[in-house]
């Protein structure tokens, strides 16, 4: 079920961990000797892994997945011998209705005292009882601040506010789309109301006239290149990008945008809880959150690891989260925006 990662995109990150799988790790006093973790791809730190190998004696597992519906389906339909896995926020709740969370012991992580306040009590882990936050961040408007003005509403990727027609991309996600054109009418990011999709569904239509495509990895390098002048985005993609082209820029549409987080979470019946407890108390240090963020180009939730970075993504502030809303889980209305999406696509 489980292999260790090798992939392009984490033997990069994970470098001389493969290279050394044969030199022998001795665990520390009452830790297993092998710790199992599944997690986004390019979604950690350059050193995180081979830091906690070595300092712990712990051989890591690494396995990768591209979207947290192919996490959540691979485990409920029976993988087994994960310990830790990085869900989407909203689908922290759906893991522990069905069984497949455990809670934390929460001594065992004292550097939880280093989480920030806004995501010590997350709306999807109140108390935070299953796991940690392990990055945030915000979905906005990338662009090419040579190129183009920059934009201040959704309403660019219709044709106006000095939107180019086929230098356009949206990402190819159902809840970021079409929760964009709900906020452009000034409605919820996670509207059930029929009628209220019927319009944001016209809407994405009208706005992949104008598109070269709905797409999410491959935006970062067509920003670079100039390929794309204007893109919905993630904060964290766009500043990889702004990492190899200065001109590009973000912004947080003033309709208003989605606040995303991403939690570590301990599986429930984990092989190696004691491993899973001190790799989250590790994560949380202020010099491997830093890593971490560094490397990914997301928000930490480590508060005292702020200090240590370059550039920093600050925490909103108060008059910004009222425009920011997460991204809840649909229950019922899955099935109408999965169907409204196929609409979207085919149109």
């Known amino acids: ?201 016209a809407d994405a239509v009208s706005a992949k006239a104008h598109l070269a495509a709905f797409v999410s990895a491959a935006v970062k390098g067509q920003l670079v290149t100039g390929d794309v002048w204007v893109a919905q985005l993630w904060n964290g993609d766009a500043r990889q990008a702004q990492a190899e082209e200065p001109n590009v820029g973000f912004v947080v549409p003033e309709d208003g945008s989605t606040i995303f987080s991403d939690h570590m979470v301990l599986l429930a019946g984990c092989p190696h809880p004691h491993a899973a407890h001190a790799f989250l108390d590790y994560v949380l240090r202020p010099d491997v959150a830093a890593g971490i963020s560094e490397a990914t180009g997301f928000g930490t939730p480590c508060e005292a690891a702020l200090p240590l970075l370059r550039s920093p993504v600050p925490y909103p502030s108060v008059a910004e989260l009222g425009r920011l809303e997460y991204p809840m889980d649909l229950g019922d209305a899955t099935a109408l925006w999965d169907r409204t999406w196929t609409e979207v696509k085919a149109a």
């Open 1 to 201: 079920f489980l292999h260790s990662a090798t992939s392009a995109a984490v033997t990069a990150a994970l470098g001389p961990t493969l290279a050394g799988c044969a030199e022998k790790l001795i665990p520390k006093p009452g830790l297993e000797p092998e710790l199992n973790v599944y997690n986004w791809s390019d979604y950690i730190g350059y050193e995180t892994i081979q830091g906690f190998e070595r300092e712990f004696g712990v051989r890591v597992n690494y396995d990768t997945f591209e979207s947290s519906e192919e996490m959540l389906g691979k485990l409920l339909a029976g993988a087994s011998g994960y310990d830790l896995a990085v869900p989407v926020g909203y689908s922290v709740p759906v893991m522990r209705e069905r069984g497949l969370l455990q809670p934390l012991d929460r001594t065992r992580i004292p550097n939880l005292a280093n989480l920030a306040p806004l995501f010590r009590d997350s709306p999807f882990d109140p108390g935070t009882r299953n796991g940690i936050v392990w990055q945030w961040g915000l979905t906005g408007i990338a662009y090419r601040r040579d190129l183009v003005a920059p934009p201040t509403s959704w309403r660019v990727f219709l044709g106006g506010e000095g939107g180019v027609d086929g230098r356009m991309t949206m990402l190819d996600d159902a809840r970021e789309v079409l929760g964009a054109m709900l906020r452009m009418r000034g409605r919820s990011l996670n509207s059930a109301d029929p009628a209220e999709l019927v319009v944001a569904k």
